[in-house]
C-alpha cells in the first residue's frame, strides 16, 4: 500500500468486519470497526456455525487464530441427522474421529474469539452508521447517531442484512424468501430433556415434511437451539391473530401448524423452555453485483445475504474480510485492491447464494425431505 496510510473504516462487527480488522492489524494497517451494539455481548449472538476447512477456517488460519478455534470448536457437532414427520430416521452422518471439515462454533464464542485477537480500542461501540457522504475525492464522511463525523478513505461496509453502506453502491434491497424461522430451545437439554437430546444428538437434525420442517442444533453448555420452518406469508401471525409477544399464543400456532407430525418431534415446540422469536428469511437478487466505486465497499452479508440453507453465510463473510484484508495488503494502491477482492468475491458469492437458493427449495418442498435426502447423499 502507498507510503501515507489510509484512513480505513470497517462499519460492522461481526464475523466478517472483525476477521478483517485482524488480518489488517496484524500486519501493521491500521483500522477502525464501528458497531451499533452498545458493547460486545449487548445482544444474544445466536446459534451455532459450522466453520468449513477452505473458508471459514482458511480465514481462522491467515488470521492467526486456528489455535483459539480449535480450543473452543466442537467436531462433534457435525452430526447430521435427516428424519421425516413420523420420525423415522433417512440419514444420519457422524464425523470420522479426527475430521475437521467443519466443526461447530457457537456465533458468540467466535465473536469473543475475534475481538480479544484485536488491539483494545479497535472497536467502537454504540455508533450506529447514518450516512455516509462522498467527498469527491474516493474519501466519504461517515456520519453516526448522536452527531459524530469522521471521514475515511475506504469505509468497508460489513453491516450486515440492512445495511447502511450498501444502498450507495447499489440499489437493490433484500427479499423475503418465502419461508419463515421461529425459533426456540431448550437449556440444559442432557439433563432436563433428555429425550430431546436424544434425538437431536450431537449434532444437527432437521426433520421435513409438505414445506415445514424443524430443525434442531446443538450448541455449547448443553443448550439445543430449534427452529420450526415453514412456506407461508411473513405476515403469518398477522394474518392468523398470533400475538408474537406472547410464547404460549406462538407455541400453540406452531403445534397447530405440525398437527399430525410425530410426537417426539413435536416436544421440540411442545416443551421448548426458551421464548419464540420470528425471523423470516430474506436474501438478495442473485446474482447481486455493483459498479465500483472508489472509497466503498461491501464484504458478508452486506454483500450477498443469502437465506442459511448455503450454510456458508458467516464462513463466506470471514472470507471476504480475510481476502480484502490481504488484497489491501498486497496493492500498492487502495483502489486497486478493492477491485481485484471485488472481481474474485462477487462471482464466489453468486455461486453461493444460487446453492443457497437451490438448498432451500429442496428442504422446505412440497415432497420434503426427498430433496435434502438427495442432497446429502450426493455430497
Ligand atoms: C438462523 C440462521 C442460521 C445460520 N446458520 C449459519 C451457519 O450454520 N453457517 C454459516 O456460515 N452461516 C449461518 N448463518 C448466516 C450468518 O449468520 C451470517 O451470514 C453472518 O453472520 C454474516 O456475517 P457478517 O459479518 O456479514 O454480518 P453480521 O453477522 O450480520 O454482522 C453485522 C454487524 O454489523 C453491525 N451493524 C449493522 N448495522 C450497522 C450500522 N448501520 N452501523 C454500525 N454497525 C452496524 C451489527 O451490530 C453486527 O454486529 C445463519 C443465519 C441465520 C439467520
Known sequence: MTSTTPRIAIIGGGPGGLICARVLQRHGIPVT?????????????????DMQEDTGQAALRAAGLEEEFAAVARPEGQEMRLLDHTGTLLFQRRPAPGEQRNPEIDRGELRRLLLDSLAPGTVRWGRYLRTLHPLGDGSHKAEFDGGAAETFDLVIGAD???????????????????VTFVETGFGDADTR???????????????????????????????????????????W?????????????????LLKRFTGWDDRLLALLRDA?????????????????????????LLGDAAHLMTPFSGMGANLAMLDGCELAQSLLRHAELDEAVRAYETAMLPRAARAAEGAARGLDNAIAPDAPQGSLRHLHSR
Open 33 to 49: 470497526v464501528f458497531d451499533r451494539d452498545a458493547y460486545a455481548e449487548d445482544r444474544p449472538q445466536g446459534g451455532t456455525l
Open 160 to 178: 450486515g442484512a440492512w445495511s447502511r453502506v450498501r444502498p450507495l453502491l447499489s440499489e437493490h434491497a433484500p427479499h423475503y424468501s418465502g
Open 193 to 235: 430433556h433428555p429425550a430431546v437430546a436424544q434425538l437431536v444428538g450431537d449434532g444437527s437434525m432437521m426433520a421435513a415434511h409438505d414445506n415445514k420442517a424443524l430443525i434442531a442444533q446443538r450448541n455449547s453448555r448443553g443448550r439445543i437451539r430449534v427452529y420450526a420452518a415453514f412456506r407461508g406469508s411473513q405476515d
Open 237 to 253: 401471525a398477522l394474518e392468523h391473530g398470533v400475538n408474537l409477544t406472547d410464547p404460549e399464543a406462538v407455541r400453540a400456532a
Open 273 to 297: 423452555d426458551g421464548g419464540f422469536v420470528n425471523r423470516p428469511l430474506y436474501a438478495l437478487p442473485v446474482p447481486h453485483s455493483w459498479t465500483h466505486t472508489p472509497g466503498l465497499t
